[in-house]
């Protein structure tokens, strides 16, 4: 069993900052590429940012410049500090794992439950 546990949504002012957190646990042998997607109301999914285990990321064009994607890998945890937050941001953010399980050694795609984020005035 892996579960992926999301922390630090919440309200924020435009022009605001946030700190979303994703730690990884349970029957894990390693981790490769972790990443934060975004759902607004009646869109689809989107990638925000993704990150590979060597530290390698990239991120949507809407978001760059503006959000960092980083991890922390003896924690199992993938981080995302948002920072400049406009009212387009707002959605729900899901953090993804790339994850090899102990048994059997295979890699498979985990989600977290996702935490809200909202900004406005």
């Known amino acids: 069993q892996v579960q992926l546990v999301e922390s630090g949504g919440g309200l924020v002012q435009p022009g605001g900052s946030l700190r979303l957190s994703c730690a990884a646990s349970?029957?894990?042998?390693?981790?490769?590429?972790m990443g934060w997607y975004r759902q607004a109301p009646g869109k689809q999914r989107e990638l925000v940012a993704a990150?590979?285990?060597?530290?390698?990321?990239n991120y949507a064009d809407s978001v760059k410049g503006r959000f960092t994607i980083s991890r922390d890998n003896a924690k199992n945890t993938v981080y995302l500090q948002m920072n400049s937050l406009k009212p387009e941001d707002t959605a729900v953010y899901y953090c993804?794992?790339?994850?090899?399980?102990?048994?059997?050694?295979?890699?498979?795609?985990?989600w977290g439950q996702g935490t809200q984020v909202t900004v406005s005035s």
């Open positions: 349970g029957s894990i042998f390693s981790i490769n590429a």
């Open positions: 993804n794992g790339q994850i090899v399980t102990m048994s059997p050694p295979v890699e498979s795609g985990y």
């Open positions: 990150i590979t285990s060597g530290g390698s990321t």
